[in-house]
């Protein structure tokens, strides 16, 4: 029988795992990425000795990279170097006070009944419930491909709307475990993950924290980037073969099959399917042809942006822990300024990593590399939004926060600086609107309704990634990889 052939026009998280499954079943794949390396959002910038992660760097849910590692037929504790980050977050709150989220359970008692006496068991009755929305959602939502509506629509999955609590807001659901607000936020601020602010999120989402907290947030020596370089070992080792600095500028179609790609030098590939691991509302947008569907998927929800700042510093700060987290008091309107308005908030909730906590080669000796990230509204219609003064803005703030760990100095010890907008995140990857999550994770564009991997008009084009089923973050992207591989697979077998 002829070997078959896929293209898979991005070498994102979810591209790469794609191209690796089909490899690995005797497809031949290929994969074009219009940028010069692979890892997508997992992106890495390198500079005197400096070393950044651009997008993730937080390695969460590692139960999934390990079933997903392994269905690659590797072991994620052989191919990463991985150390258990605890505490995990530093939590930073505007009245002063300050909550290390730690698997020391006695440290994180003792610090939680000082919020609030009676906290420590109300968390524990959270994280029984966390466990459960974990467990389920990922076997019922998550691993699971929903291909046609009797996949999802399910006598078993009906019971999910009384267990997952998806239909209960997951902020009104913390009154049932907490009545300090901070630490309502403390086990709530993980929704931005979702692109969604926790006054709208299901309350399903509990998973994370208490994924985050049982199973832990972990580091992998050389940062995230190395969790790319694992993925394309392994992509090497079963045959994929990469072609970078080819940005694809149309999809070829023809009735109601893809034929192939058009690249932007002019060269045409031919193949028997197309794999779009871009973020789906682009391909729609730029790739295809059909303006019905693209507008149709414009009126979707996006998740909001980031301004990051990527510093290399010439000193060390090593009271700032690993990750940090400034949450604003003003928890709710912050949330609304950045969905509602697609603006900066007047006192904007925000991140500092610092990774050379946990990798010293992520910075020269006696230097820090310090990544700042400030979540901000998604690109507006009208372009309305001027970047250049709200990336000021947001630098502000973070020394204003930093000031309040008696962190005075920052500004005159950075060496270079570094950073991106939600125009430089649509630039370099082509991200819709620049939302850092693509497509939102509210509950109408969750498991059988949020767009399928496969095109409802051409048979042969596929999708995977963040903007598809089951959504953003990188372990998930791995599964998008496999579902859509898998699909791609049953799909030939039947036609053969
Ligand atoms: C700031 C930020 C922080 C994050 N933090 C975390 C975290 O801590 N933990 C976590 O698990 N996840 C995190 N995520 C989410 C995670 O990075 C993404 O969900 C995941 O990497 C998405 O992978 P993907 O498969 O969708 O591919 P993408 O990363 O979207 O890659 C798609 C690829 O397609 C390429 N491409 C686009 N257009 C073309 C074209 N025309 N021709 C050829 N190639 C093209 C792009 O260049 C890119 O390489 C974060 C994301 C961001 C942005």
């Not at 601020?189 to 602010?197: A, E, I, K």
């Not at 979707?300 to 987290?325: A, Q």
């Not at 509204?377 to 630098?395: F, K, M, T, V, Y």
Request: hydrophobic share 40%; aromatic share 10%; proline share 6%.
């Amino acid at each position: 029988m002829k070997t078959k052939t896929v293209i898979v026009i991005g070498a994102g998280i979810g591209g790469i795992v794609a191209a690796t499954h089909l490899a690995r079943g005797g497809w031949n794949a290929l994969v074009v990425e219009k940028n010069a390396r692979p890892g997508g959002r997992c992106d890495r910038i390198s500079r005197d000795g400096h070393h950044f992660d651009t997008g993730p760097t937080l390695l969460v849910m590692p139960l999934l990279y390990e079933a997903e590692f392994s269905a690659l037929g590797a072991s994620m504790h052989e191919m990463l170097n991985l150390k258990r980050v605890d505490p995990t977050y530093y939590l930073v709150f505007d009245d002063g006070s300050q909550l290390a989220l730690t698997s020391d359970i006695k440290y994180l008692q003792e610090q939680l009944e000082r919020f609030e006496p009676g906290s420590y068991l109300g968390l524990r009755r959270y994280m029984a419930e966390g466990r459960r929305h974990y467990d389920l959602g990922i076997e019922k939502l998550v691993q699971r491909d929903f291909r046609k509506a009797s996949d999802f629509f399910t006598p078993g999955n009906l019971a999910l709307l009384y267990q997952l609590k998806p239909l209960v807001n997951h902020y009104q659901n913390m009154g049932a475990y907490f009545q300090d607000p901070r630490l309502k936020a403390a086990f709530t601020f993980q929704d931005v993950y979702m692109g969604l602010s926790p006054f709208e999120a299901p309350a399903t989402f509990s998973m994370m924290p208490y994924s985050e907290l049982a199973h832990g947030v972990w580091y992998p020596r050389g940062g995230m980037y190395s969790v790319v370089e694992s993925l394309m070992a392994l992509a090497r080792q079963a045959g994929v073969e990469f072609s970078f600095n080819s940005p694809v500028e149309r999809i070829e179609v023809k009735a109601n099959a893809a034929r192939g790609v058009l690249l932007s030098n002019g060269e045409r590939l031919e193949s028997d399917a197309v794999l779009a691991n871009a973020d789906l509302p682009y391909i729609y947008q730029d790739l295809l042809p059909d303006r019905e569907l693209s507008a149709r998927l414009s009126h979707k929800r996006y998740s909001c942006s980031v301004i990051s700042f990527f510093w290399g510093v010439d000193k060390t700060y090593e009271r700032l822990g690993p990750h940090t987290l400034f949450l604003a008091h003003d928890y709710r309107e912050n949330f609304e300024r950045i969905i509602r308005d697609l603006g900066l908030p007047d006192n904007p909730s925000l991140y500092l990593h610092a990774p050379r906590r946990l990798d010293p080669a992520m910075a020269p000796p006696g230097e820090d590399t310090l990544i700042a990230i400030v979540p901000v509204g998604h690109l507006s219609e009208n372009g309305g939004q001027d970047w250049g003064q709200i990336r000021d803005e947001a630098r502000g703030h973070v020394f204003r926060r930093l000031r309040s760990l008696g962190i005075t100095d920052l500004e005159a010890h950075i060496k270079f600086e570094t950073t991106f907008t939600p125009l430089s995140w649509r630039k370099r990857y082509n991200l819709v609107k620049g939302s850092t999550h693509g497509l939102c994770h509210n509950l109408t564009q969750l498991a059988f309704f949020r767009p399928r991997n496969r095109h409802p008009r051409y048979h042969n084009l596929y999708f995977t990634g963040a903007s598809t089923h089951p959504g953003t973050g990188m372990p998930t992207a791995m599964v998008s990889g496999r579902l859509s591989a898998q699909r791609i697979v049953d799909d030939f077998q039947m036609q053969d």
